[in-house]
């Protein structure tokens, strides 16, 4: 068994992917057609390279709400395409990121409609595909904390299994996370758990600090500059918050030698210093990567071995926003899972030798 195969047939989690990042090209130009947008078919081409210095993903996010999305089938569409191409990279659970507001505001379609597409298609894709779906609504910090607030209350009125919690992301520059404490704390108060992209696009360590400490999540998307406060971080370790990280982080293939890239990326520092982290997709088809190639770029870009790759599983299994009964029994089935890979993966490498 190659390192290759192993990483592909591990049983996965994945935690941090947003839902409008996994459109597919032929999906998108689809419904680039369907609504006669004024996006050409070079724009479509552009929005789908990624280049050394990658660009762009946000255009194809907001394009999506300003005239594509318009229909909960348009939703159950992009939701059962997700998660059939997490499962064929043996994915069992998935929670995955949404921003109503952009699409309540740009689309005209109200959360709960579009939630019902969604609910829809994390059922099929269950049945038809063995995959655990679940939604987490996320604050667009581009908007206004009124905004924020309101999001939450339609996910707070709208209650059901398939949604576990909230998140934010877009932009995080010049939107520090203080600016949407309310509206954490009335997830909170209303049961959900709850998550926030900080210290991502360079923005300071001190963003995951107030995430921490102010809006008290269960968890931190990206998270990288914490490695610039190491007592920070070791109060994070202590705590045993988990970094949801993603290797194909854009900002640092923007800013960093390509030849330093991989030797000076803050995930390839976050575990020494105690943090557990948990490898993810993003932003898959527009980052072209899969889940097995996240798991990939910690081996050979970061140098992670076999035995880290496992503590990460288990990392992962940890934030999941599932009960303890489940999460006990997945972590002996994955990590066996995981362990008779490697027992093939080494046997072969002996052959080999």
Request: proline share 6%.
């Amino acid at each position: 068994m190659t390192l290759d195969e192993l990483l592909h047939q591990m049983p996965k989690v994945e935690l941090h992917c947003h839902l409008l990042g996994t459109v597919r090209r032929g999906t998108f130009t689809e419904l680039v057609q369907r609504a006669g947008a004024p996006i050409t078919g070079e724009e479509i081409a552009a929005f789908y390279t990624r280049g050394e210095k990658p660009v762009g993903v946000l255009r194809v996010l907001r394009a999506l709400d300003a005239w594509l999305l318009r229909t909960p089938d348009d939703f159950h569409r992009l939701t059962y395409e997700y998660l059939q191409d997490a499962a064929a990279h043996h994915v069992r659970y998935a929670e995955f990121f949404w921003n109503p507001t952009g699409t309540a505001r740009e689309g005209g379609l109200p959360y709960a409609r579009a939630l019902q597409g969604i609910r829809a298609a994390i059922a099929d894709a269950g049945k038809a595909l063995g995959i655990t779906g679940r939604l987490v609504p996320a604050i667009d910090r581009e908007a206004s904390p009124r905004d924020a607030e309101e999001m939450v209350g339609w996910v707070l009125a709208e209650r059901c299994d398939e949604v576990v919690g909230i998140g934010i992301d877009y932009r995080e520059v010049d939107r520090p996370p203080e600016l949407f404490a309310e509206a954490y704390r009335m997830a909170r108060a209303g049961g959900l758990k709850t998550t926030a992209h900080a210290g991502e696009f360079g923005m300071p360590w001190t963003n995951v600090r107030t995430a921490v400490e102010l809006l008290q999540v269960d968890r931190i998307d990206h998270g990288y500059t914490v490695v610039d406060a190491p007592d920070f971080a070791r109060q994070c370790a202590e705590r045993g918050i988990v970094f949801t990280v993603v290797p194909t982080n854009s900002y640092y293939l923007r800013t960093l030698p390509p030849e330093r890239w991989a030797l000076d990326h803050p995930i390839r520092r976050m575990p020494g210093l105690g943090l557990r982290v948990h490898p993810n997709t993003d932003d898959p088809t527009l980052h072209h990567v899969n889940p097995t190639g996240a798991w990939r770029m910690m081996v050979q870009d970061f140098g992670f071995d076999l035995p880290a790759l496992r503590g990460f599983m288990a990392n992962g299994l940890d934030a999941a926003w599932i009960d303890d009964g489940t999460r006990r029994a997945w972590r002996v089935e994955h990590l066996a899972a995981f362990d008779a890979l490697c027992a093939r993966h080494q046997a072969g490498a002996g052959q080999q030798a």
